[in-house]
């Protein structure tokens, strides 16, 4: 009976701790679902460009935010820097259809969308991976106004309000260039 004591003494311990152990468990079942299959590690990635409204093809060691030459965006919390943001770009439709310059507008025509986009939060060390370091990355809707840590609960449900199902009913698949 020692163990039952325990868990009615530190009920709320407990519960923390299974809050805890459930949200690691739904965001490495998302990271897993989510994760690229098949890309390699240098291959180029989307990114938008916040001032212009347009993807971006960038090199993958592209770090964001990184100035485009489109001036500096003003990032809510953060001041401002460059423009240029990690894309999250999903298509329902033919992805060799997407192109760099696209707008928001343009993907919808083409049966894609920008679910969200992503910058560090800090400043990362030279050939360091944003998507490696979870613990650094801040996510938002693609107007950049809104940034919340991508573990966070907002971050967790922009995550997965990402992969509202294609009107077939199947699930978008990621893209790259």
């Not at 820097?81 to 770009?89: E, I, K, N, R």
């Not at 919340?148 to 077939?168: F, Q, T, W």
């Amino acid at each position: 009976m020692a163990l039952r004591d325990f868990l009615d003494q530190n009920s709320k311990l407990v519960s923390g701790v299974m809050i805890v152990v459930c949200g690691i468990g739904v965001t490495l079942t998302f990271m897993y679902l989510t994760r690229d299959r098949g890309i390699g590690i240098g291959d180029p990635k989307w990114m938008y460009d916040l001032n212009t409204g347009q993807l971006v093809v960038a090199d993958a060691g592209t770090l964001a935010p990184s100035d485009t030459g489109s001036g500096p965006f003003d990032y809510p919390g953060f001041g401002q820097s460059g423009a240029l943001v990690d894309a999250f770009v999903l298509s329902c439709g033919d992805p060799t259809d997407i192109e760099d310059g696209m707008t928001i507008e343009a993907l919808e025509a083409v049966g894609g969308r920008l679910a969200f986009v992503i910058r560090a939060k800090g400043n990362l060390n030279e050939g360091e991976d944003l998507l490696a370091s979870p613990g650094k990355q801040m996510i938002s809707a693609p107007d950049g106004m809104e940034w919340h840590s991508r573990m966070s609960e907002a971050g967790i449900k922009l995550n997965g309000d990402a992969y509202v199902p294609c009107d077939n009913g199947e699930p978008p698949i990621r893209t790259r260039p």
